[in-house]
Antibody, heavy 124, light 107 residues
Framework: EVQLLESGGGLVQPGGSLRLSCAAS????????MNWVRQAPGKGLEWVSS????????YYADSVKGRFTISRDNSKNTLYLQMNSLRAEDSAVYYC??????????????????WGKGTTVTVS | SYVLTQPPSVSVAPGKTARITCGGS??????VHWYQQRPGQAPVLVIY???DRPSGIPERFSGSNSGNTATLTISRVEAGDEADFYC???????????FGGGTKLIV
């Protein structure tokens, strides 16, 4: 069974930094692109960042570009999100999510078929 | 950037059919995906590529996409279907993943 487990959330002051981790198990981690998606209290889902399977290609939402950095360590089956210059509006539950890829057919599409339970970040 | 528009809420009686829309400019040429999120839980994929269901998702869930509107249809709605539903696409011009604002299904 594929599992994603986020950690690293907590309370941080405005302007501070935090690094989130997402430990993956039950899959060939290095074969899949990964995403971070967040949800502010009482709000909808907001895509934050994506990283390719090798880590060489990264994309960011405009709201976090220049402040957040996504990375991965395929030897440790772990995804990261380094968050700097944090603002109150960054307060949210942060989910890591695996992007779909069929190993047998090579078919890839830009949706998220496995999600972690999330970790909460509070900037105050 | 590309914008997806969903109604804030949809109400349906048990046993009836619920339709949740997702509007976007020429969305019919994109692949649309749908997620269900129950309170306090992580999102779950219920429809991908407009109309395909992941294993384990009941046949009561179906999807369609044409023109400027994609639709998630839930037949024979049950109380347990009550949740927030989000549509999502990939914006090829920015390589961003885009979510709609979400629709609360009230049963």
């Amino acid at each position: 069974e594929v599992q994603l487990l986020e950690s690293g959330g907590g309370l941080v002051q405005p302007g501070g930094s935090l690094r989130l981790s997402c430990a993956a198990s039950g899959l060939t981690f290095s074969s899949y692109a990964m995403n971070w998606v967040r949800q502010a209290p009482g709000k909808g889902l907001e895509w934050v960042s994506s990283i390719s399977d090798s880590g060489g290609i990264r994309y960011y939402a405009d709201s976090v570009k220049g402040r957040f950095t996504i990375s991965r360590d395929n030897s440790k089956n772990t995804l990261y999100l380094q968050m700097n210059s944090l603002r109150a509006e960054d307060s949210a539950v942060y989910y890591c999510a695996k992007e779909f890829y069929d190993l047998l057919t090579g078919y890839h599409n830009y949706f998220m078929d496995v999600w972690g339970k999330g970790t909460t970040v509070t900037v105050s | 950037s590309y914008v997806l528009t969903q109604p804030p809420s949809v109400s349906v009686a048990p046993g009836k059919t619920a339709r949740i829309t997702c509007g976007g400019s020429n969305i019919g040429v994109k692949s649309v995906h749908w997620y269900q999120q129950r309170p306090g839980q992580a999102p779950v994929l219920v429809i991908y590529d407009d109309s395909d269901r992941p294993s384990g998702i009941p046949e009561r869930f179906s999807g369609s996409n044409s023109g400027n509107t994609a639709t998630l249809t839930i037949s024979r709605v049950e109380a347990g279907d009550e949740a927030d539903f989000y549509c999502q696409v990939w914006d090829s011009t920015s390589d961003h993943r885009i979510f709609g604002g979400g629709t609360k299904l009230i049963v």
